[in-house]
């Protein structure tokens, strides 16, 4: 029985439409309550939350449903997506739940789970978990199934957690150098609204560094919106504005992170592997291992790695996916140009915070700034443009258009150069056109005819109206 529920980072959908509605919710909880007493009669799940506003109404069913079937709920409130893995850890807990549709506007929601390592839930878990549902769900496997709550004794017990926000502040400086500080520093930082609002301006101020703050004041429905590290101009427009040394703009459950320096020049995920890898090599930390990067990072971030003889492999897009190729490679180090840095040193998932100040301890240690530390990586440009679907393309169809990207790549002689790239969203009908090369002006106008060629040929007639978002990233 295949996953129906779960996708590449959990389940995630709009609220109030199915699955994200209560009733669903509480059948969740009961079915993942019931497949980890089966791991441990004493089993305890601890569930954090960003700042949406539909966040306490998914929380108390999903408690629910789980303290129904006999597991005790720790609730940590608002705190970012590592931090949940970090304090699974902590409290020697069966699970972490996350509730949060990370970068996505409010009306979103969504639920990934934690193993107790802190790592995502392994695939054989969540398949169990997703069957246990499936049969909660269907009133005629229901009578079999006997997941009655258990009486009154037995049911798990709720606590609030007071000090879950001080525990990973704690982690997070800890994940520093002994006497590291930040004083001197003027940084910016934006928190898109989200779970990283209360929590990383502390972080930052109590390692020394004068801290002017955007994006922190969360109503609910604000979380990502103009603000964050997939809107960052308005962080880029303050950083000028006040001189500051750099800027760190986090997503809304905090676990990516994308910079700017003093210029105001944006450096993505791609550059920040970059330079955490060279110190890295520098370091001596990497005499065996490599870096991890997906189909979407930069053929510079590639070819700037070969120029320090570190070897780098691609993925997939997806932290899952990069997890997954450094736990075979028993390499440290990988991520995503979107800025999930996952750094295995420090953490065992993507943690904006600790990734910021990785970077801040590498300027600290050459005296560098942040453009500085970049020396050596030159980003080739690169054009995505985001095309909306009416419904998501069939296997064939992908097969079909990928022929078309294959031989335009042939043809303009990008397979020396720069690259074409189609990839299906996994949580929206968007297909994914990113064209790579040496000159902006081929690479710009390639992607919009393969992106007119494919509307077309899906009989989308207005071109203007499904193409969804167009860039060109520098």
């Known amino acids: 029985m295949g996953l129906a529920f779960f996708g590449t980072d959990g389940i995630r959908s709009k609220v109030g439409v199915f699955p994200m509605v209560p009733e669903f919710l509480v059948k969740l909880g009961m079915a993942a309550g019931v497949i980890l007493k089966e791991h441990n009669e004493q089993a305890r799940v601890v569930i954090g939350r960003d700042t949406r506003r539909s966040g306490p109404m998914i929380e108390s069913a999903l408690e629910a449903g789980l303290s129904a079937m006999g597991v005790d709920v720790y609730l940590l409130g608002e705190m970012p997506t590592p931090g949940v893995a970090y304090l699974t850890r902590a409290f020697h807990a069966e699970a972490g739940v996350v509730i949060s549709a990370s970068h996505n506007p409010h009306e979103d929601n ?86 990283t609002a209360k929590i990383a301006p502390q972080v930052f101020q109590e390692l020394g560094a004068e801290v002017i703050t955007i994006g922190v004041d969360p109503n609910g429905l604000n979380i990502n919106a103009e603000f964050g590290s997939t809107s960052p101009w308005n962080l880029q427009k303050k950083v000028l504005a006040e001189r500051a040394d750099l800027g760190i703009a986090f997503d809304g459950d905090g676990d990516r992170v994308i910079m700017v320096d003093h210029a105001g020049v944006l450096v993505d995920g791609d550059e920040i592997v970059f330079l955490l890898a060279k110190d890295s090599k520098r370091e001596g930390r990497m005499k065996t291992g490599g870096v991890v990067g997906t189909q979407m990072s930069n053929l510079g971030l590639e070819k700037a790695l070969a120029q320090e003889d570190i070897p780098f492999v691609r993925t997939k897009v997806g932290d899952r996916h990069v997890m997954a190729e450094l736990k075979k490679r028993q390499w440290l180090l990988g991520g995503e140009s979107s800025g999930h840095i996952i750094w295995l040193d420090s953490t065992t998932t993507g943690d904006g915070i600790v990734a910021a100040l990785q970077v801040l301890t590498v300027m600290k240690k050459q005296d560098l700034s942040l453009r500085a530390c970049l020396a050596g990586m030159v980003k080739m440009p690169q054009v995505l443009i985001n095309l909306s679907l009416k419904e998501k393309l069939s296997l064939d169809q992908l097969k079909i258009f990928e022929l078309w990207a294959l031989e335009r790549e042939k043809n303009l002689n990008l397979n020396h150069t720069g690259r074409i790239l189609l990839r299906p969203s996994g949580t929206e009908n968007l297909l994914r056109i990113m064209v790579e090369g040496e000159d902006l002006k081929l690479v710009k106008n390639t992607a919009e005819q393969l992106a007119e060629r494919i509307s077309l040929e899906l009989e989308n007639k207005n071109l203007s109206e499904n193409i969804k978002s167009k860039g060109v990233l520098i």
């Not at 049969?135 to 798990?156: K, R, T, Y």
């Open 110 to 195: 969504g639920i990934k789970f934690f193993g107790s390592d802190g790592a995502k839930l392994s695939d054989a878990l969540e398949l169990a978990i997703e069957n246990k549902l499936k049969g909660l769900l269907d009133q005629n496997l229901n009578q079999g199934l006997n997941l009655s709550p258990v009486f009154s004794e037995q049911m798990g017990v709720v606590k609030n957690i007071q000090d879950a926000a001080g525990r990973y502040i704690e982690f997070c400086k800890a994940s520093t150098p002994y006497f590291f500080s930040l004083r001197g520093l003027k940084i910016i930082l934006d928190c898109a609204h989200g779970a």
